[in-house]
């Protein structure tokens, strides 16, 4: 089985799967997760 990257590790270290989360909340919380990387 594939290993997950350090990225995606990082990105989904502050989500908690068992709590429904306001859209608000989630848009923030997806926006501190996303990093792009571009040459």
Known sequence: ???RGKRY???VSDI???SVYE???AV???K???TA???
Request: negative net charge.
């Open 28 to 30: 923030a919380i997806a």
């Open 23 to 25: 859209p608000q909340e």
């Open 9 to 11: 590790e990082t990105a």
């Open 16 to 18: 908690d799967y068992e």
């Open 37 to 39: 990387k571009f040459d």
């Open 1 to 3: 089985m594939a290993k």
């Open 32 to 34: 501190r997760g996303a």
